[in-house]
């Protein structure tokens, strides 16, 4: 059985990313949890420890023009399908967090709050956030003027302050309505 589970469907920049994880009985991980209860000292230290661990595991991504191409959720079907597809070994049950599940060819439930439940999808919900937040770290490195090391790309009111200041750059996702309006104040 594989859990998956994704980070990053609600920030303004960046990408969204998911996370596969078959975990190994014989290895367990204590303190997996849903990775939003987290800290993000203990957040890498599982992160390590998971993909030490895990039977296999796989991280996938959507861009940011795949998410204003798609749509932000067509965009993370398409990263878990993804992260599915990158696994070693072929899951005979995929167990998704919350409501949706991607068309896979293999048998997926939805399990609503499913990070806080299944422990191998909590163990995916530490890897794709841990993934995407050290992205959002490169992405500091590249635009320093946004924050992204502080918001993970979150409309924080540093990084609304931010894009009104300088305008979107090429990791905004422009679908996103503040994205947009930044856009539109910067090009008139």
């Known amino acids: 059985m594989a859990g998956v589970d994704e980070a990053g469907r609600g920030p303004l920049a960046g990408p969204v990313v998911a996370a596969a994880v078959m975990l190994d009985e014989l290895h367990p991980i204590k303190g997996l949890a849903d990775s939003k209860v987290l800290t993000a ?6 992160y390590d420890e998971i993909r030490a661990k895990a039977l296999c595991f796989s991280i996938a991504q959507a861009s ?39 068309v896979m060819d293999v048998r997926a439930e939805a399990i609503v709050r499913g990070d806080a439940l299944i422990p191998a999808i909590s163990a995916a919900s530490i890897l794709a956030k841990v993934w ?7 992405l500091d490195l590249q635009f320093p003027q946004y924050g992204f090391a502080q918001h993970k790309g979150y409309g924080t009111s540093q990084h609304l302050a931010a894009l009104k200041e300088y305008g979107p750059c090429d ?14 104040q910067h090009s008139s």
């Open 132 to 138: 995407r937040d050290r992205a959002c770290q490169d």
């Open 171 to 184: 990791a905004h996702r422009r679908s996103f309505a503040p994205v947009r309006i930044a856009l539109a």
């Open 41 to 46: 000292l203990r957040r890498e230290r599982l």
């Open 64 to 102: 940011v023009e795949e998410i204003d191409t798609l749509n932000i959720l067509q965009a993370t079907m398409l990263a878990m399908r993804r992260a599915v597809q990158g696994l070693r070994l072929k899951p005979q049950l995929v167990l998704v967090d919350g409501n949706r599940i991607p």
